[in-house]
């Protein structure tokens, strides 16, 4: 497999103040990670993909301009949580993909262990 | 719209005995299915796949899956289960190159072991 890490692994924030998120590929290079988001007892939802050097496409639904995300390299995206509240409380995952990666050759995709994010 | 179901939020089996996870799906062409297992603490795990041919799909970990067209479903099972197998199972399924551009997961199985 491919080892993909997720920083931090837990974060307490106060209502109104901003949160980032670092996803990195540790053993292999990424053009494409993707961000979910999962709530308790609840699947795991698809908010954006990222390919490197490009903008992220967002799912519909997704603020944009409330998760920020940024994948400036080819081991490295972020999701930054802007003016986070409570209701932005949630368990945040990334993956990491590379074609020719994957167990049968393609793209699959690698998961991170995931952030756990409160908001006060 | 793809989508997944997973019915049984809850499974708790015997330490040796068999397991089955059930999952149906909900997509307009041949769909690209997946199981995953997540334990705490730890990303997401592929344990199989499915894309084409034999419908009965081998894993890790000895799991196994048989693609069903017929009943819309791929369920998971496992001839005799570890104490190590307690985790979150996701059925998904996707679209875009082979399936993995666009995972639509289920809700989750909680899978507990018993002595």
């Known amino acids: 497999g491919a080892v993909v890490s997720q920083h931090p692994s837990r974060v307490i924030c106060k209502s109104g103040t901003s949160v980032k998120i670092e996803c990195r590929s540790l053993d292999f290079q990424a053009t494409t990670m993707f961000w979910y988001r999962q709530f308790p007892k609840q699947s795991l939802m698809l908010m954006a993909t990222?390919?490197?050097?490009?903008?992220?496409?967002?799912e519909q639904g997704v603020e944009k301009d409330k998760f920020l995300i940024n994948h400036a390299s080819l081991t490295l995206s972020t999701l930054t949580v802007t003016s986070a509240h409570p209701e932005d409380s949630s368990f945040y995952i990334c993956?990491?993909?590379?074609f020719g990666r994957g167990a049968h050759g393609d793209n699959e995709q690698f998961f991170g262990p995931g952030t756990r994010l409160t908001v006060l | 719209a793809q989508s997944v179901t997973q019915p049984d939020i809850h499974i708790t089996v015997s330490e040796g005995a068999s397991l089955e996870l059930r999952c149906n799906y909900s997509y307009g062409a041949t769909p690209y299915l997946f199981w995953y297992v997540q334990s705490p603490g730890q990303g997401l795990q592929l344990l199989l796949k499915?894309?084409?041919?034999?419908?009965l799909v081998q894993g890790i970990k000895g799991f196994e899956a048989e693609f069903k067209r017929s009943q819309s479903s791929f369920n998971l099972r496992k001839p005799s289960v570890h104490w190590s197998d307690a985790a979150e199972y996701f059925c998904?399924?996707?679209?875009?190159?082979?399936?993995?551009?666009?995972?639509?997961f289920g809700t989750g199985t909680r899978l507990t072991i018993i002595p």
């Open positions: 499915y894309f084409s041919g034999d419908t």
């Open positions: 993956s990491a993909s590379w």
């Open positions: 998904a399924v996707g679209a875009g190159n082979f399936g993995n551009e666009k995972l639509t």
């Open positions: 990222s390919n490197e050097g490009s903008k992220a496409t967002y």
